[in-house]
């Protein structure tokens, strides 16, 4: 007998996750989307702390540390970023900018860095909508956090200008739901 073996499907589960953010659908179908699952905690722990340096900022930034315990207590954590190199094309006018100037634009920002397609941010957020769908269909908690992506980013762990994280949890509480500053 193997008592609570829930968690041995977790990486298994997470994958499935990644597969819709992958094939969810793009922009003229092209694919600027980076994807990885964490599931060892040493490798979590490292992003928390830099959450919780983010969170040393000032008020407005304590969330930081309340996400942090969040991914502490995960399970496992998908992260998806944009990792933008060019336009749709469309010169639809959403970023600022046209598509022909958007390139050679100045990068900018601080936790994100910008300008970037609006385009490539709609697939973006289809593409978190369609794995975060799924995990609720897989009944797995979870969380769609910009802190987490912050982190990543600030870490280098990953390619792109705007990441977000999906912790996961299998517990008997959502630990997402009741969460204290």
């Known amino acids: 007998m193997r008592l609570n ?4 499907i977790v990486e298994k589960l997470a994958l499935e996750l990644l597969v819709c953010a992958r094939t969810a659908p793009k922009a003229r179908g092209q694919d600027d989307l980076v994807l990885a699952l964490i599931t ?16 040393e900022r000032g008020e407005a930034f304590k969330f930081f540390r309340r996400d942090a315990e969040n991914l502490r207590n995960s399970d496992a954590l998908v992260l998806i970023s944009l990792d933008f190199k ?23 920002g601080e936790d994100y860095e910008g300008p970037v397609c609006a385009m490539r941010l709609i697939d973006l957020g289809i593409a978190i909508g369609s794995a975060v769908s799924k995990a609720k269909d897989l009944c797995l908690d979870n969380r769609v956090m910009y802190t987490i992506g912050v982190a990543v980013r600030k870490l280098g762990l990953m390619p792109g200008q705007i990441i977000l994280g999906i912790p996961l949890s ?12």
């Open 86 to 108: 060019r336009p749709v094309g469309v010169n639809c006018g959403g970023c600022g900018y046209t598509c022909d100037t958007i390139l050679k634009e100045p990068k900018r």
């Open 170 to 181: 299998i517990k008997g509480k959502n630990i997402f739901f009741d969460r204290k500053f």
């Open 40 to 55: 060892e905690k040493d490798e979590m722990e490292k992003i928390a702390q830099e959450m919780e340096r983010i969170a």
């Open 5 to 8: 073996p829930e968690l041995e």
